[in-house]
């Protein structure tokens, strides 16, 4: 079982950034691939970026071009760097280890 924990959410004005971080532990393989999901109020879970052990990303289109997926399999950490950060990006984000596990979520909030 892996277990996956977030930091780095917050209050944030419209084109401001913030960097989101997970970290993992317990059961981890460096073929997972890991991501970020958010979910807004009165919405489904939605993908937001993953990311591949050898660096494959997928990003919404959404967050093309403002939003930056990473990891660290060294250190069973991954990364989203958001840029530019829109009022539609409030949402509380999700890291995930695919087919795995979630983190408990933490919450990004951007006012206009």
């Known amino acids: 079982q892996v277990q996956l924990v977030e930091s780095g959410g917050g209050l944030v004005q419209a084109g401001g950034s913030l960097r989101l971080s997970c970290t993992a532990s317990?059961?981890?393989?460096?073929?997972?691939?890991m991501g970020w999901y958010r979910q807004a109020p009165g919405k489904q879970r939605e993908l937001v970026a993953d990311?591949?052990?050898?660096?494959?990303?997928t990003y919404a289109n959404s967050v093309k071009g403002r939003f930056t997926i990473s990891r660290d399999n060294a250190k069973k950490a991954v990364y989203l760097q958001m840029t530019n950060l829109k009022p539609e990006d409030t949402a509380v984000y999700y890291c995930?280890?695919?087919?795995?596990?979630w983190g408990q979520g933490t919450q990004v909030t951007v006012s206009p």
């Open positions: 995930n280890v695919r087919g795995r596990g």
């Open positions: 317990g059961t981890f393989f460096p073929f997972d691939v």
């Open positions: 990311i591949s052990q050898g660096g494959t990303t």
